[in-house]
């Protein structure tokens, strides 16, 4: 028991924010985020340069045997740094390749993944924006030697860039819940498959999939036919807290940005830093967010134990959800009138954090979820 | 990062669960009610000295001052199991001087107080606070005058939880009325029975007892003064900061939750009230924050392990813990309704009709031993660097 960064940990940690601190400035996230391209390619290939993209993979296919928790530091980084890379997506769809995908599909896709030639993504969220199973209503028919698609995701991130999306599917028609779930891995630019951008808050790149019969060979799905449901928790599961990893370090940066403002700016002839009342505000602030720190934290070393882990993340997530910008909005009340303005970078941070706080599961969602594991739930 | 118990700490759990299943009784129990307020009764004062015996107060001290150098984290799981199975004991309040008479106290202090400590004989009550204030502690007006051989204390403590029951009163009195105010105070070991001290019993909105200490020309030896004259605040500090620190604490602040997320599984009543979506979801939020309760307490330990003395990390735990108490009372009230409102003696009341007790007593939380705004002043202050107002 030592709850805080062993050696190794710091050591990874600090690479990674002076890597970002270099490679990713905000002038780089801005210019992406306006469109002029999807995401910095020259960040991406250093990013598979560094190993990045192999951390907790087999050796075997490139990959750097490691925790959980490191890929969950490494995030964290990512999400202070704001890097504009589909690192979440690809590495989603690819833990899950990984864990259940066959012998032959790893090894035909994971070496690309890992050298930052292929990208990936994955497509679980419908109409409703549920986080159950339940919810995945995407037809697949088995037809032949094919698995034919119709009907809608939505919120995909990174579609546009990936070559393959992990899409999770109902396979069994009239099946509910966790039952008659399929994964298959669908080529973006599939015949029938369109898909349509969505404008989002945070400028990042989020798509709606439409599939009309789309036909994908058997040979393309991930796991078990029919059996994928424990498998599309697992994944969701994962994704969860990666978001959480990066909500965390992106509201790391945002608050310590406003302890410094606080210091240096001065009002009636002091820094609003020695105020009680701005000094109290930062006082929640830290605390609020190394709270999420902890749980997240929490989270990512049971998962890299082996260990059931849904209550700890959704306990993270619906913490991460409230509190993480909820320490950002005090923030820009400190900041007062610069908050507001584009130019000024702490918006980055404050869309961002706010924007991840509403995907892959509200705090009320996923608070459903801890009354169920910590059985409250009537019989 | 490990966020796991070793099989050597959860060994160590067992034997204290153990320990408890075999040694706290029913009569125990009845008599803790009966003597709420009145110091410890017989029953209390053989399981402290039982626990003495097994070398469990104050593990993680050296050896040499009676301590088993044992590891911090078991000495967390001791505490969290006594404050679970709701022994009473605040073995927390009187081991929390241990470090500074450790760290500051003459060789015959340190060998007469820690194994006593230990073996649960000594106990402190706390002598801090005064009539006139106790946020700003450093402004105490009890003065000790050197008369010879000895100090001549006059003067006036107050909220001295304990000290009906207390061997010793950790005394901080003005040795240096001219200085400025945080160097002229000093701590003294002063036996509670010192001729000159007079107890008057505070009668507090839960049926609990504080007091108030009065000092009339009670003459101590200077023996008694720890560490160097005009150090105190110094000493004093110190050991506030590791003492709010432990399970003790945190399992406090989080007990009233657990007791009701085990009423809302078990109870017909609690089933029945859980069947409300909304009822469960702010269970499940008090889960969530509950949780970070424990992971404050984890991290000071965690640090405390490393030989870093926490900065701003056991400010945080003391303003979320509390207001966490608050807050978990206030949600609990609003679930249980006109159930919430029964104190003992009713049979519909649940938990024995402890809960309203406990809404009362919550308060407490967010003032005793430093006030949540104090702990934000120093998070703010000694963890983020902001600068102190010009006055």
Redesign the interface.
């Not at chain 1, 910590?374 to 009537?378: A, N, R, Y």
């Not at chain 2, 990062?1 to 070793?6: A, E, I, L, V």
């Given at each position: 028991?030592?709850?805080?960064?062993?050696d190794d940990?710091e050591l990874l940690r600090d690479q990674a924010r002076a890597f970002l601190i270099k490679e990713s400035p905000t002038a780089l996230v801005r210019e992406v985020e306006a469109g002029s391209k999807d995401y910095d390619a020259a960040l991406w290939k250093k990013a598979a340069e560094l190993g990045w993209l192999g951390i907790t993979f087999p050796e075997l296919y490139g990959g750097t045997p490691a925790p959980f928790?490191d890929l969950g530091l490494l995030f964290e980084e990512m999400g202070r740094g704001m890097a504009p890379i589909p690192i979440h997506p690809t590495l989603v769809a690819a833990l899950t390749i990984n864990e259940i995908g066959s012998a032959q599909q790893k090894e035909s896709l994971l070496p690309a993944v890992i050298g930052g030639y292929k990208m990936l993504s994955w497509a679980w969220f419908e109409h409703g924006g549920d986080i159950d199973l339940a919810s995945v209503q995407l037809a697949a028919k088995v037809e032949g030697d094919c698995l034919r698609l119709s009907g809608n995701k939505l919120f995909v991130d990174g579609f546009q860039q990936a070559d393959q999306c992990l899409v999770v599917c109902r396979s069994q028609s009239g099946s509910t819940g966790n039952e008659g779930i399929t994964l298959v891995l669908v080529d973006t630019d599939s015949e029938g498959l369109s898909h349509s951008r969505l404008p989002t808050l945070a400028g990042d790149i989020q798509d709606e999939l439409c599939f009309d019969d789309v036909a994908v060979p058997l040979g393309n799905v991930i796991g078990q036919l029919h059996e994928g449901g424990e498998a599309a928790v697992a994944m969701f599961e994962r994704a969860v807290i990666l978001n959480c990893a990066m909500m965390v370090g992106a509201s790391h940066k945002a608050i310590e940005m406003t302890?410094e403002y606080?210091?240096e700016r001065e009002a009636f002839?002091?820094?609003i830093?020695?105020?009680?009342a701005?000094?109290?505000m930062?006082?929640?602030m830290?605390?609020w967010v190394?709270?999420a720190t902890?749980?997240t934290?929490?989270a990512?070393?049971?998962l890299s134990?082996g260990l059931p882990a849904s209550k700890e993340i959704s306990?993270a997530k619906?913490?991460c959800n409230e509190r993480c910008p909820a320490a950002l909005r005090e923030g820009n009340q400190i900041h007062a009138g610069i908050a507001q303005i584009k130019e000024y970078d702490l918006q980055l941070w404050y869309r961002r954090v706010a924007a991840w706080s509403m995907r892959m599961g509200t705090s009320?969602q996923h608070?459903?979820i801890?009354?169920r594991e910590?059985?409250?739930?009537?019989k | 990062?490990?966020?796991?118990?070793?099989e050597d700490?959860e060994r160590f759990r067992q034997q204290i669960k153990d320990f408890l299943k075999a040694n706290v009784s029913r009569e125990f129990r009845a008599e803790v009610r009966e003597m709420q307020g009145k110091g410890m009764g017989p029953l209390a004062k053989e399981l402290i000295l039982k626990i003495g015996e097994k070398g469990w107060i104050g593990m993680s001290w050296p050896e040499e001052y009676g301590g088993r150098n044992a590891d911090r984290?078991d000495q967390y799981i001791f505490e969290e199991e006594l404050v679970r199975a709701r022994v009473p004991l605040n073995i927390g309040n009187f081991i929390e001087q241990a470090p500074a008479i450790m760290s500051a106290g003459s060789e015959a202090q340190k060998k007469y107080f820690i194994p006593r400590l230990v073996r649960g004989e000594v106990t402190f009550a706390l002598g801090y606070t005064e009539p006139s204030g106790g946020t700003d502690l450093a402004s105490l007006k009890t003065r000790a005058v050197e008369d010879g051989d000895e100090f001549v204390i006059n003067g006036q403590k107050t909220f001295t939880s304990g000290a009906e029951s207390a061997s010793h009163i950790y005394l901080m009195a003005r040795t240096d009325p001219d200085s400025p105010k945080h160097d002229g105070i000093s701590i003294f070991l002063v036996p509670i029975d010192t001729p000159g001290i007079t107890i008057r019993p505070l009668w507090t909105l839960a049926g609990g007892r504080t007091n108030e200490v009065f000092f009339d020309e009670v003459r101590i030896p200077k023996t008694a003064i720890l560490g160097e004259k005009n150090q105190g605040w110094y000493i004093g500090s110190k050991a506030l900061n590791l003492g709010r620190a432990g399970a003790m604490r945190y399992y406090t602040y989080v007990s009233l939750f657990e007791e009701t997320?085990y009423f809302?599984?078990s109870n017909p009543l609690g089933?029945?009230l859980?069947?409300d979506?909304i009822a469960?979801?702010k269970?499940?939020?008090l889960?969530?924050?509950a949780?970070?309760a424990r992971?404050?307490t984890?991290?000071s330990?965690?640090?405390i392990?490393?030989g870093i003395n926490p900065p701003?990390?056991i400010?945080?735990e003391k303003?979320?813990g509390p207001e966490f108490l608050v807050k978990s009372t206030e949600v609990v009230s609003q679930i249980l309704g006109p159930y919430h409102q029964l104190w003992e003696g009713s049979e519909l009341a649940p938990h024995r009709g402890s809960f309203p007790k406990r809404y009362v007593s919550a308060m407490v939380s967010t003032f005793g031993h430093g006030s949540t705004?104090v702990?934000?002043?120093a998070?703010?202050?000694r963890?983020?660097?902001?600068?102190?107002?010009?006055v």
């Open positions: 028991m030592d709850v805080l960064l062993n940990e928790s302890f606080a210091k002839g002091q820094p830093g020695s105020f009680q701005i000094q109290h930062c006082a929640n830290v605390t190394d709270g902890l749980l934290h929490e990512l070393w049971k134990q306990t619906a913490f009320i608070r459903r801890v009354a910590i059985d409250i739930v009537p | 990062m490990d966020f796991g118990y070793s700490n984290i997320l809302a599984r089933q029945q859980m069947a979506e469960r979801d269970m499940a939020e889960y969530c924050e949780q970070v992971l404050f984890l991290r330990l965690s640090m392990r490393r701003y990390e400010s945080s303003v979320w705004q702990m934000r002043d998070i703010a202050r963890g983020l660097g902001l600068p102190r107002g010009a």
